[in-house]
């Protein structure tokens, strides 16, 4: 057929694109070295279900849990528009009646992610009636629609089959990456520590705080855990902290007056994007 010049070199340099992709072994997963479209424009257009916002919930039924999902943030626009442009169908698949919270850190002090945590939960019983927190990094998707991101029983961890550990649980307490907590545990361990500054700890911390008031964790089967990590450098700012290690042993004491007790933050802005709600905080810098 007669497909005119202007189409035929489309064409052409269509299959070409394709032939170097699959030649090459060329992923659209982002990695620390290149990253070759930005999804978000397509994440939008393929989810219209999620309100401005980004919150959505199932057409046909009444969810029994209403799920925030909570993203601690800062200078990962990338890893954030892979995130949406994979979870929206994902929890949506899932039936989730859930909103995301991008909770960003304003300034350059050290980073400080479990603040933000709870910046994020404070935030969010404010907007919904919410009574499930899913707490995530921004660079982990799980890999299989059987791992339901849900609230159970117990506190839950959901980061233990990642491919960077080949699929295995690095030790034996580990409890960083994504934990879904329901409301009511969230409050009995008065949420995160906010006194963890830079890398490393305060995932740890949470562990034994979950030990602490008498509850334990659960974590789903590794086989639909497994999940992906984009790959990334250590982030300018969230350097190691060593004196983090000192501090997780401690948690027992500390634990009713430092967290969601304590918590002190003055918010930068609120905005509505259109596939999640971004908080921008000043949670302040370590002493
Ligand atoms: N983050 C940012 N910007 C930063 C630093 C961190 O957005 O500058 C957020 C982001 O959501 C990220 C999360 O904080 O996914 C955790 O930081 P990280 O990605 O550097 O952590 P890492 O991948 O930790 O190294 C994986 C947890 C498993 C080890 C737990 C040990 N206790």
Same mark, same amino acid.
């Given at each position: 057929c007669n497909i005119g010049p202007i189409k035929k070199v489309s064409l052409r340099t269509a299959i070409l694109v394709i032939f170097i992709f699959i030649k090459f072994n060329i992923s659209l997963i982002p990695s620390d070295s290149y990253c070759i479209i930005d999804p978000i424009e397509e994440a939008i257009f393929q989810n %219209?279900?999620?309100? !401005?916002?980004g919150h959505s919930k199932p057409k046909n039924c009444t969810a029994l849990q209403r799920i925030a999902i909570i993203i601690p943030f800062r200078n990962r626009e990338t890893h954030l528009h892979y995130w949406l442009f994979y979870m929206h169908p994902f929890l949506q698949k899932q039936q989730g009646d859930y909103g995301i919270y991008v909770i960003e850190q304003h300034g350059e002090s050290k980073f400080n992610r479990a603040k933000l945590m709870n910046v994020g939960y404070a935030e969010a019983v404010k907007d919904y009636d919410y009574n499930c927190f899913i707490f995530s990094d921004v660079d982990i998707i799980p890999l299989d629609l059987q791992n339901l991101y849900r609230c159970s029983k117990k506190p839950k961890h959901m980061a233990h089959s990642l491919d960077k550990f080949n !699929?295995?649980? %690095?030790?034996?307490?580990l409890f960083g990456g994504i934990v879904a907590f329901t409301k009511e545990h969230y409050l009995k361990v008065n949420g995160f520590s906010n006194t963890f500054w830079g890398w490393g700890g305060e995932d740890d911390e949470l562990f034994q705080r979950v030990k602490a008031a008498g509850l334990s964790i659960e974590r789903a089967s590794s086989n639909i855990s497994r999940a992906r990590v984009f790959k990334h450098k250590r982030d300018r700012g969230n350097e190691r902290n060593l004196q983090n290690v000192h501090m997780i042993y401690k948690a027992k004491s500390r634990m009713n007056d430092d967290g969601l007790s304590s918590l002190k933050y003055t918010v930068i802005s609120f905005t509505k994007h259109r596939l999640y709600k971004k908080i921008t905080v000043d949670i302040g810098s370590p002493p």
């Open positions: %219209p279900d999620v309100s !401005f916002g !699929f295995r649980l %690095p030790y034996k307490n």
